[in-house]
């Protein structure tokens, strides 16, 4: 593929960095199964996170609060991110990769 339609096919609007850091999950929509996820990043952006999880509950457009990076529950440092998931992909070992955008913070 020319590199010219790799970069239309993009549809990232900023550049990813690989980083690993720990974050916290868990669907905003009460009707959604609640469940709360702590998985480790694979890389960011400024607009968002991707990371593998061992969860299937994830689905594209699915919305999320998220807590990146997280450290434990009470650290006056956390920041929760209204985020939905774009992209959900099988991996092997029964683990999933998914990209989520950031949307706001909550």
Known sequence: ???N???QNEKRLSTRAK???MLRVRPSEPKETHFEDLPISV????HGIYFHSNRSDYHKGMRLFV???FTF???PSNCEYLAEVVR???LTNDRFGVGIRL???V
């Open 103 to 105: 949307l706001m913070t």
């Open 73 to 75: 529950v009470n650290d």
């Open 5 to 7: 339609q790799v970069k």
């Open 1 to 3: 593929m020319a590199e």
């Open 19 to 21: 980083f690993s850091k």
């Open 43 to 46: 890389n960011v952006s400024k």
């Open 67 to 69: 807590t990146f990076p």
């Open 88 to 90: 959900v992909e099988s």
